[in-house]
């Protein structure tokens, strides 16, 4: 049933308080096309926001549109092979619930992304990643419905276009598909990744003898609740911000001047920064200013006390990237979904 005038607070993990003109879930392709011929909507699919758990958008109005809910249920083994075994599921099935799913059936490569919040049919949207692995390391395919052709398209892995907190969905084809399903290619045996350096340590501190996926994803789950403000108590989206890419020049020259800098040499030669060193370095961490907030365990985090507007942190985003610029010659680009 179609809600008019709905609140979207508690349907974004920010908290934001904004109205939506309308608001529907859906729990089938069926009902998604149903939806679409209402006659409360027009056409336009600029109008339609998709939202899956909420966890990566800001929203700074009211939505003066429809907002689609995606509950699309299930998960299934499909497929399997010598070495893989294949699931698929629904885009409304909670991402956490999907890799406990995988763990509980002795199926690994998700481990690492444990306790990522949201859901199943965002997950391709940023190649959503942590801890060593991204979600196109265990990515097959997944089923799109196109917003205007009225029709679904498959993805495989190619045409997804995965980058860092990248794919053809969030830029390219940005707001014309909805995802419905996705598949997604386990291992029937696990090939550990532990190289993230916090990681080994956690491992340690757990007196984990026998490495396995299950105390791999109970040291990521530990790690993250350490530093990462939980939504349901701190309104916020994780990384605000992605981490920005340089090259070893710029790194070289920048080194020279903050010998402390944190970066990681990638495989292309360029380096990535960790934004939340250089936004600590200007000062933002712990940064308050009514509701607003720079969280005070990880800079990268930007923060909803309570009844912040979008708009404010929009605007505090705005004030930390000019900051940034200024110090370090480094521009930052917002990782979080602004609507
Ligand atoms: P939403 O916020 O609902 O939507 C995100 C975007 O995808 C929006 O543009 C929306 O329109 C679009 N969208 C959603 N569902 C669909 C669909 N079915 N079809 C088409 N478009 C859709 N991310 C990481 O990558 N790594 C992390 O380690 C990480 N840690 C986090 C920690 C915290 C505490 C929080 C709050 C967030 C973190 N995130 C992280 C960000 C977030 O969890 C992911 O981006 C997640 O995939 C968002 O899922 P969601 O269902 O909440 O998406
Ligand atoms: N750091 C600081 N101060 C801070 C925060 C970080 O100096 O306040 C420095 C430290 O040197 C630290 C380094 O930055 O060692 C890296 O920090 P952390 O391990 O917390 O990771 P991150 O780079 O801040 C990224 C992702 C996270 C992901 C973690 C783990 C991005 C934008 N963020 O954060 O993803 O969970 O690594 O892999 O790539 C998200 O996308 O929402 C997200 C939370």
Not at 82 to 107: R, T
Not at 240 to 248: D, L, M, Q, R
Not at 289 to 318: F, M, P, R, T
């Amino acid at each position: 049933m179609v809600k008019e005038n709905f609140s979207l607070k508690h349907y974004n993990s920010f908290g934001i308080d904004v109205i939506a003109k309308y608001f529907s879930t859906f729990n089938s392709i069926n009902e998604l096309e149903g939806l679409l011929e209402s006659k409360l909507i027009t056409h336009n699919p600029s109008l339609i926001t998709v939202l899956g758990g909420g966890s990566n958008i800001l929203f700074t109005k009211d939505v003066d549109g429809l907002v689609l809910k995606n509950d699309i249920k299930g998960i299934e083994q499909i497929n399997e092979d010598e070495n893989y075994v294949y699931v698929k599921a629904g885009a409304g099935e909670n991402w956490h619930q999907l890799v406990l799913y995988c763990i509980d059936n002795n199926l690994a490569g998700m481990e690492n992304l444990s306790l990522i919040p949201g859901n199943v049919g965002a997950s391709p949207m940023q190649n959503i990643g942590a801890y060593g692995v991204e979600l196109k390391n265990v990515f097959f395919g997944l089923e799109a419905y196109h917003l205007t052709e009225k029709k679904i398209v498959k993805f495989n892995l190619k045409d997804c276009g995965f980058g860092y907190r990248e794919s053809v969905f969030k830029k390219k084809y940005k707001g014309q598909f909805v995802i419905c399903n996705v598949t997604y290619r386990l291992n029937k045996t696990p090939h550990f990744n532990t190289n993230y350096g916090a990681i080994k340590q956690e491992l340690d501190a757990m007196g984990v003898k026998e490495l396995s996926i299950k105390a791999i994803s109970q040291a990521v789950i530990n790690i993250r609740s350490s530093k990462l403000p939980d939504p349901a108590l701190i309104g916020n989206a994780g990384s605000f911000f992605k981490n920005p890419e340089i090259s070893a020049a710029q790194f070289e020259s920048l080194k020279y001047s903050f010998v402390n800098i944190v970066g990681y040499a990638l495989d292309n030669g360029n380096v990535k920064l960790a934004a939340g060193w250089l936004i600590e370095q200007c000062g933002w961490k712990g940064y308050r200013k009514g509701d607003v907030g720079c969280h005070a365990k990880q800079a990268l985090v930007l923060v909803n006390y309570g009844n912040a507007k979008g708009s404010e942190i929009l605007s505090l985003s705005s004030e930390i990237i000019e900051s940034v610029k200024s110090t370090f010659g480094v521009e930052l680009e917002r990782e979080v979904n602004i609507i």
